[in-house]
């Protein structure tokens, strides 16, 4: 008897039963159930949730092993022990088995916090209910860890992933029925939640902290920076792209800067959400738009800057004044766009309503990131903002089909 | 006025088994049996008792709500049982055929010399006024209530679905006077659709408006049809009957028979020899599945209708009131080891996550019943409007029947629709909703509420 129909008989065994979603959920991971259709059509197409959430994975898969190098090489360039890269995207510097060990000691801790409590709470709420495990944590359980710095205590985000997945989304009825980013609820919650621990210079880079700490009880070691571009750039200070800055429009496209785990390289990003649109699984109107509503945005701070009503002593000037579509390589922007943005429970769900809500996304993004440096990065509470939004955008874009209904009657009967 | 109807949105479903253009007179059935559940919301009063004689078209039972519209017997014979289901709901008559086939004799009828009310009674007192069903609400149509146009789609795209450019070659006759009768029964136009591509004989017809259509499936579907050319407003009523039930409707106005034979397509991957047979409505299925003879007989499903919106019937179960495919395809009750995320290469998807049907576009599949996943609340957007060539917002139509918002389903086009316009989109879904079952919900609850 094979593992096949070994599996089947404890699923008729489980059936019924309160446990029932729990092994469900195991035996449907393994092998795509023997469902037949009963109502409607016959027949069905060969995707299923598992399918498209699984899609979105593979998408993230390269941003998080570079994640890993990287918690290595910022570890050890911010130590002064190893050089800046020199050799494009495949330098030997970046790509080293130290890097690697580095990024494993510290990044998969946070992939296992964040898939074993949420996948807890998930199994928890499902056998409670009695309902199926539904798939979205699968995403939202890599997007986490993505998303937060590097040195984020693990019982923290295991507070906050409780908290991301009981109140963001168990209370509003599961995968599905949520307003809010349950990923970006998460972040939200963190950063809200442990503001001094989070938004300080230092979290950004693996050490920084320890060694800030060791350096303030009177170690004589030199302090390690864990700066962002972007909180460099609120400083008003030279950090990217032009000349005798600390990082190169290379570094900061491939991804070779400070910053949360997955969010660093555009380059990355970019490929995965090209792959996103090419399986037709990510929408590509909410991406372009919102690249859109960055650029714009971008432009019109540029256009404030050159015409002088701001001038270099205000605090705003440094961010103001990068130029436009450099906002789309640093931070967290690119990240935001392709993944977090096009989720589509949270976003609009209509093909107008997107454009809309992904342009927005863009615009408010950068207007969050100019006025607001406190928080390093405006692109995740522009993105619960729309979150929000989304279903009022959806309902006037609905209201416009059936007012063009309701006029087309008018004609008739007039 | 005619029109070019071109639709883009849309999916055509290829599968194995279409049926070879060949027709061989199927093996005659001892027992036909009408179904009252073919017939959606009638409520039968049984006119034809157990043990009656009836001759082919006298009526076996009257709807219980309008009792003018009459359910004629396929063939002649002895009503040998009414099969009755839980709170002795009628399930099925079933006649026992007489060898020699006796007909009730309705009169020669001139059409062109008659009037819409003529028509009506004659279509009414001989049983064939079932075969038009309207719009709204997809049911057989209230004979009260003149509709604005009345539709015959001529255009297939239904996977596997037979094809009406062949079934109705050389009947020219019967469609030229069952349509004649028709446009007498509305002050609009009939409308006829033929493929653009296609050698129809429809295409020759007076009386009608012609439209060619082309594109994929949903194309053929009468529902697109209208919503091209006339769309129906609140209020408003569409009348449409499916081709192959002209030619019943046309033969009984030329010879005065009621005379329910039907050419009926054999299709499916599980069906040896896929073809055309010539059998009566109501038919035993094996008179024509074991004809042909099929793969596996343990373990497939055979559907009275096309495989998006036919009805399973068993082995020993009876061809339906208005079908004119019978389709067998593999049960896919099966486990698949991770199916979920391997590369899939043998069935349809319209994405591209490791699906590789976008790579063969002419391949045919041969696609089983399993559900390909499990019920899941509704995640994915924007995928419906991609097979979906309405102006209409199916996601938030579906919601909106889930909760039984009766005013957002009217202002959102429920109108316009039947359950048969939403199988693609059935088939597409991520999540596995049972679509169609949502909006035949949703429409009764209308007809009840709104009327």
Redesign the interface.
């Known amino acids: 008897m094979g593992l096949k129909d070994k599996l089947h008989k404890l699923k008729l065994k489980y059936q019924g039963k309160k446990m029932a979603p729990a092994f469900n959920a195991i035996h449907t991971f393994l092998y795509l159930p023997n469902e037949t259709t009963h109502s409607g059509g016959h027949i069905r197409g060969a995707d299923d949730l598992k399918r498209t959430m699984n899609t979105v994975i593979m998408s993230l898969i390269p941003c998080l092993i570079f994640g890993m190098f990287n918690a290595g090489y910022q570890h050890y360039l911010a130590l002064g022990e190893i050089e800046a890269v020199s050799n494009g995207f495949f330098s030997s510097e970046f790509w080293s088995w130290d890097n690697l060990v580095i990024g494993l000691w510290q990044v998969l801790p946070l992939v296992v916090v964040s898939y074993g409590v949420g996948l807890a709470v998930e199994f928890v709420f499902a056998v409670i209910k009695g309902h199926e495990v539904e798939e979205g944590y699968l995403v939202t359980g890599m997007l986490v860890p993505l998303i937060v710095p590097v040195d984020t205590p693990l019982w923290m985000l295991a507070v906050a992933v409780i908290f991301g997945v009981v109140i963001g989304k168990e209370v509003f009825g599961g995968t599905g029925m949520n307003i809010l980013n349950p990923a970006l609820t998460i972040r939200a919650f963190l950063f809200f939640a442990y503001p001094t621990w989070m938004s300080g210079d230092k979290v950004w880079v693996h050490g920084a902290v320890e060694r800030a700490g060791e350096i303030a009880n009177g170690a004589k070691l030199d302090a390690m920076s864990g700066e962002t571009i972007l909180g460099g750039l609120a400083q008003g200070k030279n950090i990217v792209g032009s000349q005798d800055a600390t990082y190169s429009i290379a570094d900061a496209f491939l991804g070779f800067i400070p910053g949360s785990v997955g969010e660093t390289s555009a380059l990355l990003i970019l490929l995965g959400g090209l792959f996103l649109v090419f399986t037709k699984i990510g929408s590509w109107r909410i991406m372009l738009s919102a690249v859109l509503g960055t650029l714009i945005m971008g432009l019109i701070f540029n256009g404030v800057t050159s015409a002088g009503w701001i001038t270099e002593s205000s605090k705003f000037y440094g961010l103001m004044n990068l130029e436009f579509w450099k906002h789309l390589i640093v931070g967290g922007i690119a990240f935001g766009i392709v993944f977090m943005a096009t989720d589509p429970v949270t976003a609009s769900q209509t093909n107008k309503g997107k454009w809309i809500y992904g342009f927005l996304i863009g615009f408010i993004s950068i207007l969050i990131r100019v006025f607001n440096p406190a928080y390093p990065e405006g692109v995740f509470l522009a993105i619960l903002l729309m979150n929000v939004f989304a279903p009022t955008i959806d309902h006037y874009v609905v209201q416009g089909n059936i007012k063009k209904r309701m006029k087309r009657l008018k004609l008739k009967t007039a | 006025m005619s029109k070019d109807i071109r639709i883009r949105k849309g999916l055509d ?1 290829k599968l194995v088994g279409e049926a070879e253009k060949n027709t061989v007179g199927a093996t005659k059935s001892n027992v036909y049996a009408i179904k009252p559940d073919d017939f959606h919301g009638v409520i039968p009063k049984v006119i034809a008792k157990q043990g009656t004689e009836v001759k082919a078209g006298e009526p076996i039972f009257q709807s219980k709500s309008n009792e003018t519209v009459l359910f004629p017997s396929p063939v002649s014979g002895e009503i040998v049982e009414i099969v009755r289901g839980a709170k002795r709901k009628i399930l099925a008559f079933k006649i026992l055929a007489d060898k020699e086939q006796q007909y009730a004799d309705f009169g020669i009828k001139d059409v062109n010399a008659m009037n819409g009310d003529e028509v009506k009674t004659h279509l009414l007192s001989s049983g064939c006024w079932p075969f038009i069903k309207q719009r709204p609400y997809d049911v057989i149509a209230n004979p009260e209530v003149a509709p604005k146009a009345i539709f015959v789609s001529g255009y297939t795209t239904a ?1 596997l679905a037979a094809d009406s450019d062949y079934v109705l070659s050389g009947k020219e006759n019967e469609l030229q006077a069952a349509v004649t009768a028709l446009s007498k029964l509305t002050s609009g136009e009939v409308h006829v659709s033929v493929g653009k591509n296609g050698d129809s004989p429809l295409k020759g017809l007076n009386n009608v408006t012609l439209h060619t259509v082309s594109g994929p499936h949903p194309a053929g579907n009468v529902s697109v049809q209208i919503s091209k050319v006339d ?1 129906i ?4 009523v569409v009348w449409v009957v499916n081709p192959q039930d002209l030619l019943i409707i046309g033969e009984l106005l030329l010879t005065g028979k009621f005379n329910a034979e039907r050419t009926v397509a054999l299709v499916g991957s599980c069906v040896k020899k896929p073809r055309y047979y010539t059998t009566k409505i109501g038919a035993e299925v094996s008179t024509i599945v074991y004809d042909s003879g099929v793969t596996d007989e343990s373990n497939i ?1 055979i ?1 009275s209708g096309d ?4 009805e ?1 019937v068993k082995p020993d179960g009876y061809l339906g009131y208005y079908h004119n495919t019978l ?1 067998v ?1 593999p ?11 391997k590369p ?1 290469f043998n ?9 590789f ?1 976008w790579l063969f576009p002419n391949k045919k599949y041969d ?17 419906y ?1 991609g097979v979906f060539p309405f ?3 199916p ?2 139509l579906l919601k909106a029947c889930a909760v039984n918002d009766l005013d957002a389903m009217e ?3 429920m109108y316009e629709i039947a ?1 048969e316009d ?2 693609l989109t ?7 909703q ?4 949502m909006i035949r919900e949703g429409l009764d609850l209308m007809l009840k509420e709104i009327g």
């Open positions: 479903i996977p769309p407003n609140k209020g408003e499903r559907i495989v998006l919106t036919g399973n389709s395809i049960e896919g009750n099966d486990y698949e080891l991770f199916g979920w995320n899939i069935k349809i998807s319209p994405s591209r996550a490791l699906t049907s696609l089983n019943t399993n559900t390909n996943g499990e019920h899941r609340a509704f995640v994915v957007t924007g995928n409007e102006d209409i917002y996601l938030q202002q959102l086009g359950p939403f199988a059935e088939f597409i879904c991520v999540s596995k049972p679509h169609q079952q």
